[in-house]
Protein backbone atom coordinates (compact mmCIF):
# COMPACT_ATOMS: atom_id res chain seq x y z
CA UNK A 1 0.00 0.00 0.00
CA UNK A 2 1.04 3.56 -0.50
CA UNK A 3 0.01 6.25 0.70
CA UNK A 4 0.20 10.29 -0.87
CA UNK A 5 -0.17 13.03 0.97
CA UNK A 6 -0.51 16.64 -1.72
CA UNK A 7 0.48 20.06 -0.72
CA UNK A 8 0.94 23.37 -2.47
CA UNK A 9 -2.88 24.19 -3.89
CA UNK A 10 -4.41 27.39 -3.56
CA UNK A 11 -5.65 30.39 -5.10
CA UNK A 12 -3.74 32.52 -7.57
CA UNK A 13 -4.52 35.09 -10.06
CA UNK A 14 -4.44 34.21 -14.00
CA UNK A 15 -0.56 34.53 -14.83
CA UNK A 16 0.74 33.52 -11.60
CA UNK A 17 2.70 30.36 -10.26
CA UNK A 18 1.78 27.37 -7.96
CA UNK A 19 3.96 24.36 -6.78
CA UNK A 20 2.33 21.30 -5.63
CA UNK A 21 4.11 18.58 -4.07
CA UNK A 22 3.20 14.80 -3.36
CA UNK A 23 5.09 12.73 -1.46
CA UNK A 24 4.73 8.88 -0.98
CA UNK A 25 4.99 6.43 1.86
CA UNK A 26 4.67 3.02 2.64
CA UNK A 27 5.17 0.52 0.43
CA UNK A 28 7.58 2.78 -1.99
CA UNK A 29 9.08 -0.07 -4.24
CA UNK A 30 8.81 -0.75 -7.72
CA UNK A 31 7.34 2.63 -8.16
CA UNK A 32 6.80 2.75 -12.03
CA UNK A 33 5.31 6.29 -12.81
CA UNK A 34 4.26 9.30 -10.56
CA UNK A 35 2.67 12.15 -11.49
CA UNK A 36 -0.58 14.26 -11.67
CA UNK A 37 -4.04 14.28 -12.87
CA UNK A 38 -6.96 16.90 -12.71
CA UNK A 39 -10.34 17.15 -12.21
CA UNK A 40 -12.75 20.09 -13.26
CA UNK A 41 -16.44 20.39 -12.22
CA UNK A 42 -18.43 18.60 -14.90
CA UNK A 43 -15.25 17.65 -16.60
CA UNK A 44 -13.73 14.06 -16.52
CA UNK A 45 -10.19 13.60 -14.48
CA UNK A 46 -7.61 14.30 -16.88
CA UNK A 47 -3.91 13.32 -17.08
CA UNK A 48 -1.86 16.67 -16.28
CA UNK A 49 1.84 15.77 -16.60
CA UNK A 50 3.78 11.95 -15.61
CA UNK A 51 7.14 11.30 -14.75
CA UNK A 52 8.65 7.88 -15.14
CA UNK A 53 11.53 6.28 -12.47
CA UNK A 54 13.94 7.12 -15.11
CA UNK A 55 12.71 10.60 -15.62
CA UNK A 56 11.38 10.90 -19.28
CA UNK A 57 8.00 12.74 -18.87
CA UNK A 58 4.49 13.29 -20.91
CA UNK A 59 2.24 15.74 -20.59
CA UNK A 60 -1.33 17.16 -21.86
CA UNK A 61 -1.11 19.58 -24.98
CA UNK A 62 -2.99 22.37 -22.74
CA UNK A 63 0.01 22.88 -20.30
CA UNK A 64 2.75 22.00 -22.47
CA UNK A 65 5.08 24.97 -21.77
CA UNK A 66 3.68 26.02 -18.81
CA UNK A 67 3.85 23.01 -16.55
CA UNK A 68 7.19 20.94 -15.28
CA UNK A 69 6.35 17.34 -13.27
CA UNK A 70 9.91 16.53 -11.76
CA UNK A 71 10.80 14.04 -8.80
CA UNK A 72 13.11 12.95 -6.11
CA UNK A 73 12.79 9.74 -6.36
CA UNK A 74 15.45 9.56 -2.94
CA UNK A 75 12.30 11.29 -0.74
CA UNK A 76 9.61 9.78 -3.12
CA UNK A 77 8.42 13.05 -3.99
CA UNK A 78 6.63 14.70 -6.82
CA UNK A 79 6.22 18.03 -7.77
CA UNK A 80 4.42 19.83 -10.28
CA UNK A 81 5.47 23.60 -11.13
CA UNK A 82 2.57 25.62 -12.48
CA UNK A 83 3.59 28.70 -14.23
CA UNK A 84 1.35 31.09 -16.21
CA UNK A 85 -1.59 29.74 -14.50
CA UNK A 86 -4.99 30.54 -16.46
CA UNK A 87 -8.64 30.29 -15.52
CA UNK A 88 -9.19 26.79 -17.30
CA UNK A 89 -6.64 25.43 -15.29
CA UNK A 90 -8.99 25.79 -12.01
CA UNK A 91 -9.47 22.17 -10.81
CA UNK A 92 -8.75 19.72 -8.68
CA UNK A 93 -5.26 18.23 -9.01
CA UNK A 94 -4.94 14.50 -7.69
CA UNK A 95 -1.09 13.09 -7.54
CA UNK A 96 -1.20 9.19 -8.92
CA UNK A 97 1.58 6.43 -8.21
CA UNK A 98 1.63 3.43 -10.47
CA UNK A 99 3.44 0.59 -8.61
CA UNK A 100 4.32 -2.89 -10.38
CA UNK A 101 2.56 -5.00 -11.43
CA UNK A 102 -0.30 -3.56 -11.85
CA UNK A 103 -0.96 -1.29 -8.97
CA UNK A 104 -2.36 2.57 -8.90
CA UNK A 105 -3.13 4.89 -5.64
CA UNK A 106 -4.00 8.34 -5.48
CA UNK A 107 -3.90 11.39 -3.64
CA UNK A 108 -7.00 13.14 -1.57
CA UNK A 109 -6.72 16.07 -4.20
CA UNK A 110 -5.50 19.22 -4.23
CA UNK A 111 -8.01 22.30 -5.59
CA UNK A 112 -6.28 24.77 -7.14
CA UNK A 113 -8.73 28.43 -8.63
CA UNK A 114 -6.85 30.69 -11.12
CA UNK A 115 -9.14 33.86 -10.98
CA UNK A 116 -8.93 36.00 -14.26
Known amino acids: QVQLVESGGGLVQAGGSLRLSCAAS????????MGWYRQAPGNQRELVAIISILGSTNYADSVKGRFTVSRDNAKNTVYLEMNSLKPEDTAVYYC??????????WGQGTQVTVSS
Open 96 to 105: NVRRAPSYEY
Open 26 to 33: GSRFNILT
